[in-house]
């Protein structure tokens, strides 16, 4: 599955940088995962060269879930106090018990999401999905470059993309487009803004790629320049300014070409959880990459365990683990200390400061980085990416009455 | 969008949001495609009594009611009306 709406991009609070406390109910010692991913599978019929999937995965397409085992997690989440629920996968679709998943969620009283490509998406499942309770349905742009070249030259691809585009608004959900950008449709988002427009979409969100598992192995191919990002935000502007509101268009900025970095995931094991095809639990999507760590299972201790107690989440929950120039940072309750992975994958060091930020003494691996994607020889820095989840549509002033958690940007 | 909010109108949850008392927050929650927003005391108690039927006036003299002693209590209703309605939370019917 795609990246784009989840990764650290799924929980978004709302947060002002000079908030004094941006805690909500979740901080180190009242921590809540009110989101819960559920990567149901890894199976999937595409192969998209940005997939964030381990690149492992292969090994854990043979010991998935049962359906029950999902169910008793859901039971198990929500009373932890997950309300938001993603059933991702792989391609979630593939698994045929996704319509006593959703059962199940809309009994617990979970905000449900799926997060499809829509290949295998029928009037029966859906339906099915629909008097089950299925709150949301997010269309996954996978394949985007063949996904557009079937949109200019209208083939039977995507006439049918169209029809489950049209499937989906019938039975009444909003058409929520999801498209991971990268350097080889960068150049496109006229284009695919134009095809979005075309299938009905009411929210599209253009997401840069972020470099965890495929995507990762695939960096050097895939990072925009930043005069194409540029050049992309501007074209943008103008197609929303031309459709106005029937569209709303979410432009995601990669992070690194900013000077703080993002709080990962609203913090480490605060409000987010992940549950794996074969029932690891994890804070993060990209986590597996950090080194010594055991992540917990669903299968051996339960996800009460898993959160509350297990070593790994509680890792890097709070500022108890940072060094300098972090721990003594007054901005550290901002960012945390911005991503582990990141800060991991760029210096070797999970514990250092993300380097995207400027106070970072390794943040000229960042400049360097973002130097090198404009060298066609050298665009093998590795990076990833972290989405600005842009919180310019928030108003300053609001923080009194309420807390905002946010997917989209 | 039009935030100015009027004695007379009529307003329910907007459409793919869902509004819910959380017991593990021990708040009301208004949830919605991939976010969720935390409805803390006062937003919560306005918004409970968004269903449709009942206008801004009848809320307010409902809350007035319900919560005698606050002051200013009008004024801070109108704010959350405003607010949840320039953010889409709720419609105008
Ligand atoms: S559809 Fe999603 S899960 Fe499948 S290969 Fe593409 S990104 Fe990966
Ligand atoms: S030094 Fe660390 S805590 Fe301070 S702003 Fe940078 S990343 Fe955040």
Not at chain 1, 152 to 163: C, Q
Not at chain 1, 172 to 199: C, D, S, T, W
Not at chain 1, 265 to 278: D, H, K, Q, S
Request: proline share 4%; glycine share 6%; charged share 25%.
């Amino acid at each position: 599955m795609t990246q784009t709406s989840l990764g650290e991009s799924v929980v978004q609070k709302e947060i002002h940088s000079q908030a004094q406390n941006n805690g909500v109910a979740a901080n180190i010692t009242h921590t809540q995962p009110l989101w819960l991913l559920a990567e149901v599978t890894y199976r999937c019929p595409l192969h998209c060269a940005f997939c964030y999937n381990p690149t492992d995965y292969d090994k854990h397409t043979q010991n998935e879930l049962t359906t029950e085992q999902w169910i008793q997690a859901l039971r198990d989440a929500r009373k932890m106090g997950a309300i938001q629920l993603g059933i991702s996968g792989g391609e979630p679709l593939l698994r045929d018990d996704i319509e006593d998943i959703v059962i199940e969620a809309k009994k617990l009283g979970y905000y449900s999401n799926l997060i499809t490509s829509g290949v295998g998406l029928t009037e029966k499942r859906i339906q099915a999905f629909k008097d089950g309770g299925l709150d949301h349905i997010q269309l996954s742009m996978h394949d985007i470059t063949e996904e557009i070249n079937n949109f200019i030259t209208n083939t039977r691809t995507f006439e049918l993309k169209k029809k489950v585009a049209a499937m989906i608004k019938n039975h009444g959900y909003p058409m929520v487009l999801n498209v991971v950008i990268h350097r080889y449709n960068i150049g496109h988002i006229k284009e695919i803004l134009e095809m979005a427009e075309a299938l009905g979409a009411d929210y599209v969100e253009l997401a840069n790629t972020q470099y965890y598992g495929w995507s990762l192995v695939n960096r050097s191919q895939l990072m925009p320049l930043k005069e194409q990002i540029d050049e992309a935000e501007r074209i943008t502007n103008e197609f929303r300014e031309k459709v106005g509101n029937k569209m709303k268009i979410f432009f995601v900025v990669p992070d690194y070409f900013g000077n703080r970095p993002k709080k990962c995931m609203n913090g480490w094991g605060e409000v987010f959880m992940i549950v794996t095809a074969n029932g690891d639990v994890l804070p993060c999507h990209s986590a597996r990459v950090l080194p010594n760590m055991q992540f917990p299972n669903v299968r051996e201790n339960g996800l009460e365990y898993a959160w509350k107690e297990s070593p790994a989440f509680n890792k890097y929950r709070g500022t108890a683990w940072m060094k300098g120039p972090c721990v003594t940072c007054p901005e550290k309750m901002n960012d945390l200390g911005g991503c582990r992975c990141q800060a991991f994958l760029l210096t070797g060091d999970a514990e250092s400061a993300d380097p995207v930020c400027s106070l970072s003494p390794n943040h000229h691996l960042i400049e360097k980085a973002i130097e090198d994607s404009k060298n066609p020889v050298l665009a093998s820095q590795p990076i990833i990416f972290r989405t600005d989840k842009n919180s310019k549509k928030y108003v300053a002033g609001d923080k009194e009455r309420v807390e905002e958690f946010h997917a989209l940007p | 969008m039009e935030n100015n909010i009027q004695n007379s109108d009529v307003f329910a949850i907007a459409l793919h949001h869902r509004f819910q008392w959380e017991e593990a927050q021990q708040s009301y929650v208004i949830l919605f495609p991939e976010g969720m927003v935390k409805l803390n005391g006062g937003a919560g108690e306005v918004i409970k009594r968004v269903d449709g039927k009942a206008s801004v006036s009848e809320i307010v003299a409902d809350l007035k009611r319900t919560f005698p002693d606050v002051e200013n209590i009008e004024k801070d209703i109108i704010g959350m009306f405003e607010m949840a309605y320039g953010k889409a939370w709720i419609r105008k019917l």
